[in-house]
């Protein structure tokens, strides 16, 4: 069927999405819940786009394309939104993410340097049991892309979704860390992630930009 | 993404057969993490814990960065003129003094396409032997072996994407999860997905659980459980007649002796209940596209090789060969099992498995390399061995491998090592098998350098240098050209690349094969001259005389060790996921701190009798030796079964098992071995460290 990106006219199968479309057609969306390996989940809100006709933007990784439709990447009210939800999550971190992460690649985009809203950070809350992986639990967005991975990738179901609001975080097994959970250690999870919140030892050592006060090993 | 490094290099894993396309990334001169490529055809963006973070052992201590030659009982460092001129005064004495068939090579699997090949040639053109062959004689020979025989040629009939488009698979004797990891995730999603499991081991392995029904039959009984499969394939009309008919010979021999293997029949031997037996055969028989695959669990028997057909049989039958989600897949053990033997690293045959006692094609050889060479084959490894302790054999040129550690019977292998006048090793770190080297030759990792290996999918892949070899190691390549030289024979080649080029221009099958066109992708053999390659065999015909596959009729014949009053209870031998083979590199990283020591896993009945509970240590006895470990109880093994793995050299599980081996290729029984459990008194967690050292007390 066909459909329309930014004026350009496409040809897509059905059970396309919007943001396959976008891509397809040459027009960047910005994602951070996004992976190319896992099925599309919808819990950022930063792939939105206009949709002709629609009452409001709508998640583009979720929103199947139908005949004709009209996909504008570039609606002012979608970035407004898009926009405002990537500086309010970045408002949380105690540090701005690593130059080469996902999350800092988004916000340049965005044009978001401090962010406007000072309320609540997260504490710095680092990990290190396991050999190879680290977590930086104040650096988790809760974009479930972890978990997901562990889940759809490989299959240990190791890694889980914690508390609510505020406090949502991951974690692995019973709360006991990678080597007492299902893990088999495949880093999917550190691959995935957008902000480095899971990430490897020597990643870490390798950082330019580190987070925190900067008390990385 | 890649701010943070000096340089990225796409690479293929240097570890287990699946052939992983990785992303090594560089920082301070060394490769400090690695990724999965996104574009990967076998992984997808996705790799182990051993791909991804078992690199350091690179960068280790132990690493050899110089020539060491033996002096006086003990080893000194030396040039590479020095280590060069030893060996040639060593190979040419003994060659002048007793002939070139006095001295045999092993080339590694764990070696590039080209370094393999060049180890080939130098040996049949330097040397001037067919004395060469690989570890894949240890591990993969019989599925070699046979699928040549019923089908044609030597490699999995399909592609890794078969498993997803597949509505069955079966899985004999191959642990995925452990051995083959992410082949083993791309199944386990598969099955969450749909597809229907049958697995059939000893063991209830993971993908047990996630799958319709799980076979533990008893270990060497394969074959008995492949024709009680048969018989009720055909018995209940679930064969592809049409199939059967037109592509396909010897089916009424099989269908005549699989007469006999009721379900029943089946039961008493395998200890699989006949409805389980009737229950798989309609799951596979009534799938339209059905998988098989198998690792070790099939092939590292007395009858290794006649499961392989008899699998084989079960596929023709029901048309599951030569289409997308009908393929035989064999799970290779190392990264380049496929690639060492197609390459010509065997006793008996060219690249593409074309035998030396065929004059035109050994021939053309003599007239590429400027030399002549016998018609006669060459011994296995095996043979070597034996020949060695006889005095037959007089040198060795060893190339990556740890026989002292991984073959099977260690005290004769050591035996043999010990007869030698002459030993060179070639080898990344010092191992059991270079404590009896006169020169040992320092080597480079696949980090470090430049070919090919070729995935259990038949999949030649580039694998690029993302570091330099320490101190003054040298390529593997580079190495092979010196000593081939020093024994007076030039090879010519300026870059791996030249060596793939003459591999394609004097193999019809790979006449397409260049580093050039592989890009990204890698190319499946066979490969036309245009670039053409071969995600699915046989689409239309087999490769055998008339185009048409081979039915085998083979009867199952008890193992060649079996329990008894002293010896009561199978030991089978396996891996674990943490670990790869010998552990020479994933002990050297903190894949050890994952997994620090070896266990002997026993069934709760069995631990029941002899009255052992969990981390007590014991002695365990074959005919042939004994190791001590401690015990794990777990209801996963069946009981009268014991399971451990290969990878501590300090416990040298291969202590314990014999000389039984395939009939037909010699490769070892390593997965039927009798031995007894004792109690010594002592305790030692399970998951322990343990220091390495010969003489292992437990604490």
């Known amino acids: ?217 | 993404m890649s701010d943070r490094f000096e340089k990225t290099t796409s690479t293929t894993c240097g570890y287990c057969g699946v052939g992983c396309r990785l992303e090594a990334h560089r920082a301070d001169g060394h490769v400090v993490s690695i990724s999965p490529a996104m574009d990967g055809p076998a992984n997808k963006g996705h790799t182990c814990l051993k791909g991804r973070f078992a690199h350091q052992f690179a960068r280790s201590r132990d690493r050899l960065t110089a020539p060491l030659v033996r002096e006086s009982g003990s080893f000194r460092l030396a040039t590479w003129d020095e280590a060069l001129a030893r060996i040639a005064d060593g190979l040419g004495g003994i060659k002048a003094g007793h002939g070139p068939d006095a001295i045999a090579g092993l080339a590694s699997s764990r070696a590039t396409n080209e370094d393999c090949y060049l180890m080939q040639r130098m040996m049949r053109a330097a040397i001037g032997t067919h004395n060469i062959d690989n570890c894949s004689r240890v591990c993969h020979s019989p599925t070699s072996f046979a699928l040549r025989k019923s089908f044609g040629l030597s490699g999995a009939t399909g592609s890794f994407d078969d498993i997803e488009a597949a509505e069955v698979a079966l899985l004999i004797g191959v642990n995925p999860t452990q051995g083959h990891p992410v082949v083993g995730a791309r199944i386990k999603q598969a099955a969450l997905d749909g597809l229907k499991l049958i697995t059939a081991d000893p063991r209830r392995i993971e993908l047990a659980d996630y799958g319709e029904i799980h076979l533990a039959n008893r270990p060497g009984t394969n074959a008995a459980l492949a024709n009680g499969l048969a018989h009720v394939l055909i018995r209940d009309g679930l064969v592809d007649e049409a199939f059967i008919e037109s592509r396909t010979e010897g089916f009424d021999s099989v269908a005549e002796l699989v007469g006999a293997y009721t379900p029943e029949a089946v039961e008493e031997i395998t200890g699989v209940p006949a409805a389980d037996v009737e229950r798989a055969a309609h799951i596979f028989g009534e799938a339209d596209r059905a998988c098989i695959l198998w690792g070790l669990g099939v092939t590292e028997h007395r009858y290794g090789s006649e499961v392989v057909r008899l699998l084989c049989n079960m596929a023709l039958m029901t048309g599951n060969v030569g289409r997308p989600g009908a393929a035989l897949l064999p799970l290779r053990g190392q990264n380049n099992v496929q690639g060492s033997s197609d390459m010509g690293a065997l006793p008996d045959t060219f690249t593409d498995y074309r035998p030396v006692t065929d004059d035109e094609i050994t021939s053309s050889f003599e007239r590429r390399w400027g030399v002549e060479m016998k018609r006669e084959i060459g011994m296995k490894i095996p043979e070597m061995f034996d020949a060695a302790v006889e005095g037959k054999l007089k040198a060795m040129y060893i190339f990556g491998e740890d026989v002292a550690q991984t073959d099977p019977n260690t005290e004769h292998v050591i035996e043999a090592l010990e007869s030698l006048e002459f030993l060179v090793c070639q080898d990344i770190f010092e191992t059991e098998t270079t404590k009896y080297a006169d020169v040992i030759l320092p080597a480079s990792s696949f980090l470090e350098k430049t070919g090919t290996f070729t995935n259990a999918e038949r999949r030649v892949q580039l694998v690029e240098a993302a570091a330099d070899p320490p101190g003054s190691a040298l390529t593997d390549f580079e190495i092979l050209r010196r000593v081939s030289s020093a024994l007076g024979h030039e090879m010519d080649y300026e870059t791996p690349s030249d060596v793939m080029d003459e591999i394609a221009e004097m193999t019809p099958r790979y006449a397409g094969l260049s580093h050039e066109r592989m890009g990204r992708h890698g190319q499946q053999w066979p490969v036309t001259a245009d670039g053409a390659d071969s995600p699915i065999l046989y689409t239309e015909s087999f490769e055998l005389p008339g185009g048409k596959a081979r039915f085998a009729p083979l009867p199952y014949t008890p193992p060649g060790d079996e329990a008894d009053e002293e010896f009561p209870l199978i030991l089978v031998t396996g891996r674990r996921l943490e670990h790869y083979n010998a552990g020479t590199m994933t002990r050297r990283t903190a894949n050890l701190d994952l997994m620090p020591s070896d266990w002997l896993e026993i069934h709760p009945d069995d631990a029941t009798s002899l009255g052992l509970t969990d981390d007590e240590v014991v002695k365990v006895r074959s005919r042939r030796g004994q190791i001590e470990l401690p015990v794990k109880v777990t209801s996963r093994i069946e009981p009268g079964h014991v399971f451990t793995a290969f990878h501590f050299p300090e416990v040298r599980t291969n202590l314990l098992v014999g000389d039984s081996a395939d009939v037909n290729t010699s490769c070892p029984e390593y997965k039927v071995v009798a031995v007894s459990v004792e109690r010594t008194g002592a305790a030692r967690p399970v998951g322990e460290r343990v220091d390495a050292g010969r003489e292992q007390v437990p604490a």
């Open chain 1, 1 to 217: 069927m066909d459909v329309h990106v930014d004026g350009k006219r496409i040809e897509v199968e059905p059970g396309t999405t919007a943001l396959e479309a976008a891509r397809a057609a040459g027009s960047y969306v910005p994602t951070l819940c996004f992976d190319d390996r896992l099925a599309p989940f919808g819990a950022c809100r930063v792939c939105m786009v206009g949709v002709e006709g629609a009452p409001a933007p709508a998640a583009s990784c979720t929103t199947p394309c139908t005949e004709d439709m009209h996909i504008d990447t570039t609606d002012e009210t979608a970035r407004r939104i898009a926009g405002a939800t990537v500086e309010l999550v970045m408002s949380e971190l105690p540090a701005p993410p690593a130059e080469h992460t996902e999350l800092a690649e988004v916000a340049r985009f965005f044009d978001i340097d401090e962010p406007r809203w000072q309320g609540e950070q997260h504490e710095r809350d680092l990990d290190e049991r396991h050999p190879y992986l680290v977590m930086q639990h104040e650096m988790c967005i809760s974009c479930g892309r972890c978990i997901r991975a562990c889940d759809e990738i490989q299959g240990a179901f190791a890694l889980t979704a914690t508390g609510r609001g505020f406090e949502a975080n991951i974690t692995a097994g019973l709360d006991s860390g990678f080597a007492n959970s299902t893990c088999v250690s495949c880093g999917a999870c550190a691959d995935t992630c957008p902000t480095d919140a899971i990430t490897e030892h020597t990643l870490l050592e390798v950082a330019q930009s580190g987070v925190g006060e900067g008390e990385v090993a």
